[in-house]
T-cell receptor, first 112, second 111 residues
Framework: DGGITQSPKYLFRKEGQNVTLSCEQN?????MYWYRQDPGQGLRLIYY???????QKGDIAEGYSVSREKKESFPLTVTSAQKNPTAFYLC???????????FGSGTRLTVV | GQQVMQIPQYQHVQEGEDFTTYCNSS?????IQWYKQRPGGHPVFLIQ?????EVKKQKRLTFQFGEAKKNSSLHITATQTTDVGTYFC???????????FGTGTKLQVIP
């Protein structure tokens, strides 16, 4: 079955450490996205990529970094510069010109 | 920048009652999408509306796109406990604009 795999599901890190969240899709979608969701909140766009080796900042990119070396993969690094990193992180993909987003099951990051 | 607001933020209904959530954009949209997120889960795409005044139905769910393409609604008839979750709209203004998600409406159905 095609889909998006995010790993791990839960992640705990100490303050000051960088952490990388994995996102892999086998849907052959061109575009991939990272969203952050805080409790009771909507989705805020962190970064997105329309094609391999290219990506753009979203609305809350500060303290995050991404890469898109392969069409299937779009990892997100939460750096120590992110002031409040504890959140639910969602990866999504979409075919260019297509309809809705397909979301992964998310990673819950807790920084202590 | 583009803003998408949803009301209400929360809604508790008795099972069998109807439910409606409204989505309003600050700008005219090319299309609007609706998603459902179950508690502890991830958003799942429900539908996309493109045409002015468009109405689409999925079983007990009715989706409507306003004539001015700045607002939309989702109506659920005779709610069931399986309808519990948060419903998000997401609007795209076209061109190089990004999709903007609404703030969501959390639905609780009381058996």
């Amino acid at each position: 079955d095609g889909g998006i795999t995010q790993s791990p599901k839960y992640l705990f890190r100490k303050e000051g450490q960088n952490v990388t969240l994995s996102c892999e899709q086998n849907l052959n979608h061109d575009a991939m996205y990272w969203y952050r969701q805080d409790p009771g909140q909507g989705l805020r766009l962190i970064y997105y990529s329309q094609i391999v080796n290219d990506f753009q900042k979203g609305d809350i990119a500060e303290g995050y970094s991404v890469s898109r070396e392969k069409k299937e993969s779009f990892p997100l690094t939460v750096t120590s510069a992110q002031k409040n990193p504890t959140a639910f992180y969602l990866c999504a993909s979409r075919m260019t010109g297509g309809s809705g987003y397909t979301f992964g099951s998310g990673t819950r990051l807790t920084v202590v | 920048g583009q803003q998408v607001m949803q009301i209400p933020q929360y809604q508790h209904v008795q099972e069998g009652e109807d439910f409606t959530t409204y989505c309003n954009s600050s700008t005219t949209l090319s299309n609007i999408q609706w998603y459902k997120q179950r508690p502890g889960g991830h958003p799942v795409f429900l539908i996309q509306l493109v045409k002015s005044g468009e109405v689409k139905k999925q079983k007990r769910l009715t989706f409507q796109f306003g004539e001015a393409k700045k607002n939309s609604s989702l109506h659920i008839t005779a709610t069931q406990t399986t309808d519990v979750g948060t419903y998000f709209c997401a609007g795209w203004a076209g061109g190089y604009q990004k999709v903007t998600f609404g703030t969501g409406t959390k639905l609780q159905v009381i058996p």
